[in-house]
C-alpha cells in the first residue's frame, strides 16, 4: 500500500488548505495507509520536504494551488529514481493543473484516486534550474500574475479577470528576443508563454495545444497592439479561439530563450521564479504523478 507525506499550503484556497485535506486524510488512514502532514513555510522548504519524502518512498501530496504543485514537482524530481511520486489535492484558488489532469475534487474520490489510480508519467520544464510542470510566461500575464498576488483577500475568480485588464492598462510596449532551438527573433509583443499544459489563469486555455507528455514546449507569442483588442483576447482565451487571432503565433521546440528590453517579471505556474534572461528546456518524462487514467 501507497505511503504518503502531505505538503500543506496553509495559504492556499484563503487559508482553507487543512481543513480539505483532513478529510482526505482520514479516508487514507482509514484505508491503512500511513499519512504524515507537514505544513511548508515556503518555496524553498517545500521543496525540501517533497525531495526527503519522495527518496524515502512516500508518494508526496501537494495540497495547495498550482504554486505548491509547481515546488513539490521540483522536490520529487530531485529525488530521482523510478519509484519518486507526487499526488495532488486542489486546494488553491486555480488549481489549473489539478483540472487539467482530471482529478475530482472530493475527499472521497480524491482518496481513492491516491489509493488506488495509476502514475502517470509526464514532462517538466526546466526554468533556469526551477521545475515547472505547467507554465511560464513573461509579459502581460507575468504582471497579472503580481497583481493577483498581492490581493488575496478578493474572491478568486472576481480577482484573475480584474488582474488581466487592469496588466493591460498599465501595459508600456516593449522588445522581446525569442530563441527556440537555437534560432533567435525580436518581436514587440505583449507576452510570452512557454506551455508544457497550457492551462492558467482560473479556467483560461491559453495554449489549447500543449500537451503534458508529449516532449513538446509549446510557445505562444502575443504581439503588441491596441489594447481594446484585449477584451475580445480575454473573452476568446476562455475557451481557447484566440490562438486564431492575428497577433498569436504558435510554435514548438526543446529549448527555448526569453529576454526582454526592460523589467518584467518572470512567473511560472502563479508566481515569480526568477530573473530574465531566462532558458526553458523541456525535462521528458520526468515526473511521476498519481492521476485517473
Not at 524530481?77 to 482530471?102: E, S
Not at 522588445?175 to 514587440?188: E, I, L, M, P, Q
Request: proline content about 6%.
Amino acid at each position: 500500500m501507497r505511503a504518503f507525506t502531505a505538503v500543506v499550503n496553509p495559504i492556499s484556497g484563503g487559508g482553507r488548505a487543512s481543513t480539505f485535506w483532513e478529510p482526505v486524510a482520514l479516508r487514507l488512514r482509514a484505508a491503512g495507509a500511513a499519512v504524515a502532514t507537514e505544513a511548508t513555510r515556503g518555496r524553498e522548504h517545500a521543496v525540501e520536504i517533497a525531495t526527503r519524502a519522495a527518496a524515502r518512498g512516500d508518494v508526496v501530496v501537494a495540497v495547495g494551488g498550482d504554486g505548491l504543485v509547481r515546488d513539490v514537482a521540483g522536490g520529487v524530481v530531485a529525488a530521482g529514481g523510478t519509484a519518486a511520486t507526487m499526488g495532488i489535492v486542489p486546494a488553491g484558488r486555480g488549481n489549473d493543473f489539478a483540472a487539467t489532469l482530471g482529478l475530482p475534487t472530493d475527499p472521497a474520490a480524491l482518496s481513492a484516486m491516491l489509493l488506488d489510480a495509476p502514475v502517470r508519467t509526464l514532462d517538466v520544464m526546466d526554468v533556469n534550474g526551477v521545475i515547472a510542470p505547467g507554465n511560464v510566461y513573461v509579459g502581460v500575464d507575468s504582471v497579472a500574475t503580481q497583481i493577483i498576488n498581492t490581493n488575496r483577500w478578493m474572491p478568486a475568480l472576481l480577482l484573475y479577470r480584474l488582474a488581466g485588464v487592469l496588466a493591460i492598462s498599465r501595459w508600456r510596449p516593449c522588445t522581446f528576443t525569442v530563441v527556440t532551438d537555437g534560432v533567435s527573433r525580436t518581436v514587440a509583443a505583449r507576452s510570452v508563454v512557454v506551455a508544457n499544459s497550457g492551462a492558467y489563469g482560473h479556467g483560461l486555455r491559453i495554449v489549447p495545444p500543449a500537451v503534458l507528455d508529449d516532449g513538446l514546449l509549446h510557445v505562444m507569442v502575443v504581439g503588441d497592439g491596441p489594447k481594446r483588442d484585449v477584451v475580445g483576447y480575454l473573452a476568446q482565451s476562455r475557451k481557447g479561439t484566440h490562438v486564431h487571432r492575428p497577433e498569436v503565433e504558435l510554435s514548438t521546440a526543446q529549448v527555448v530563450t526569453i529576454d526582454v528590453d526592460r523589467p518584467l517579471p518572470l512567473c511560472a505556474d502563479g508566481d515569480e521564479v526568477g530573473l530574465l534572461p531566462a532558458t526553458i528546456r523541456i525535462r521528458k518524462a520526468a515526473l511521476r504523478v498519481i492521476a485517473p487514467g
